[in-house]
């Protein structure tokens, strides 16, 4: 039996606080086209810039046609012909789409210094016939459309694998078809199998009608551990879907027998919206709800659905029409003070860029907010303020050496602790949008964030839930809304005893 | 049926406006200088405004690369004044009695290129804000003109010299000439070689740029260099016009060439413009300070009356939504 054209053994990554990949196994074989599925954080990125030699693993072994290699950057790797399109893109929009696609390998068109850049437009052109693009090379690529970009990546993917002039060679799809239209989806996947008849192929993607469609074999992965792999002839979306999400619905995890019982009669409304719509991209449109006092209220949908915009609304972070009641006000929040003074606090799901405050140590981090309570004229009173984060520090168990060190040297879940004692520090705080509180971080960190929440709902503080999964947003919430398109489509009531199955909610998802 | 109008609309609206905006600005100062003053509008006169404006254009040219960088150079008045000690050191003059001629040029512009490279080495290898670096490299350069002369002002003696920067060939002043070979050179820099288009992607994304093989350390290094090579020039031309080597010939180059810069329309995030910009630019502000003289405006508003111009032409010109950031 010959050797696969690529292959990987037991690789394994590990972020601070968080394993990435543990001991996941992939076989590529020549001119196939291989899928890769999972949810957010399941280690679908961490393994593509592992095979493309922008990460190096921690453990594991790399062959790539039985031989074993290791590669530190990207440009070794383009060496063999591995050649990575990325999900963000990496154009520069400054310079033409030609010296994108010819950036860092000028050499060929190079005399006594000077640059042919009539030579490398002709070559360019050759390149993007490929893609089956009539660009003009000398365009400033800021200037294209998002979907032509997205062609001249795959161009710049295709020059990259044919000039390290190896008889083999892959390339790798990182969720390509995230913000293409069917038609321009149609045309990618025509150039994937033009592709496929000289290189390997491997594609990553959300949607999974897609992945069964284009990849000849797909590889489930979940929390870092590969699940199996299957032939695309006889799967279903459904089938692929439950291997994916894996494990039951786990009681223990999600502390479900302390769930909140909500009186939806005679309970109190802490927050409702009448027709909110958000003004510019009409990301979410006439959205009505209410949260009830205690509640931990969920909202579902695929990327795109509006869920998160509408929680970054309820925090005057968006630009909305409607109506926002909460307590005596009647109109809409247009920023972020104004939410506080309402009592919402927000936890955005970029920890790094918006919830911390990295070179802050905890002590500031935590008080940031909370400043505006504890001064005298604007002087801060320091020992009250530390008072505040060790009391915060001991009731959230949050794992540090002292109140003083810098916030960014915190493990994921402890940051994400301190997040939540910023806002947890101020009284008036009586709701709270969680915005995917649980990313990034590991399993055990995880566990003791839904405790936390479950004993914050107990003093009467209402919570507003998006998740990457929904196994965890059905194991927390006590009703989910489902949003399809920005609009609420369909709400299920999530009892304790009388959870919605995620088969349910997945079928008003899509 | 006119068919041009959606796609000629198209065009309109990503045509790059901030190259029109500083064209007609420095075409509205010279109609306002002919009608006031007719006898203005001779060759001669027009030269002579040019030749004034010559160390300023050449300084605006070296930092035009840095700013496409996205970085910053302070440097430019240290350099340069380094630059117009040493050369009027080398030279014959009152205090000495050596005369190395041609060479002292040589050395003078070779010695502020290492002065710029090595800006380059501590901004990229002990990273530092590349502004924290130059200036801090702008005053060692000051510095070190001020102990070459220690104070007693240096008048070069070696007329072959002066005569070299100040003549005129075929009606054509000879700085006219040597402003052409460095604008050339800087031209074909940024157009014909991957320095320019390196230089550009750096200023537009450097971390993209790194994750593309590019010794992202080694242009910016080459870019101060070039910077630091522009201002040496700018100095020996500065000692040659005046006769004397002191440190503050300088003064004023250092804000009048960025702003040159700006007002061209290279945006200070880096990764855009170049020195066609920036020689219109600069020519913008010596025609100001001629219009000025020529208006019989005081000349105590000189200098408000250059940032109100400043402040405008960016107000309209300018491509903003970007965050501006000094790296």
Redesign the interface.
Known sequence: MTAPYLQLEKMTKEYPGVVALNKVDIKVNYNEVVGLVGENGAGKSTLLKIISGIESPDSGNYFLEGKEVKYNSLLEAHKDGISLVFQEQSLLPNISVAENIFLGSEEKYMKFGMLNKKKMYEETRKYLEMVDSEIDPGTLTGNLEFSDRQMIEIAKSLRIVEESDQKNSIILFDEPTSVLEDEEIKKLFEIINEIKKDHSVIFVSHRLDEVIEISDRVYILKDGKNVEDRPTKNINQKELHNLMVGRSLQEEYYKIKDQNEIDYINGKVVLATNDLTEQKNKNFCDCCFELYEGEILGFAGVQGSGKEQLGRALFGLEQVMGEIKCESYKDIIDFPPEAINRGIAYIPKERSLEGLVFGFDVNDNINLPNYRNINKYGVIDKEEAKEVSRKWVKRLGIKTPSIHTPSGSLSGGNQQKVVLAKWLAINEINILILDHPTRGIDVGAKEEIYELMREVVKRGISIILTSDTLEELIGLSNRIHVMKDGEIVKTFMAEKDNKPTQEQIVSHMV | MLSFDNDFLKKLK?YDYTFIVPIVFLIAIWVTIFTVNPLFLNLRSILSVLVTAVPLIICAFGVTHVIRLGSIDLSIEGQAAFSAVLVSFLLQNNLNNFDLGFWAVIIAVLATTLIGLLNGVIHTQVKIPSFISSFGLGAIATGAAILIYRGEPISITDNGFRGFFTNWNFNIPNILFITAVVFIFLY?LQK???IG?YV??I???EK??R????PVDKFKIISFGIAGFCYGIAGVILAARLGTGTADLSTGLLLNSIAAVLLGGTALQG??GGVIRTLIGAIIISSLKTGIIVLRINPYFQEGFIGIVLVTVLLLGAKRGKLVINK
């Open positions: 990503k074909y014909k070689t991957i288009t550009d992607a200023g537009g994304d993209l740029t994750l593309n093989g590019i990764g855009n």
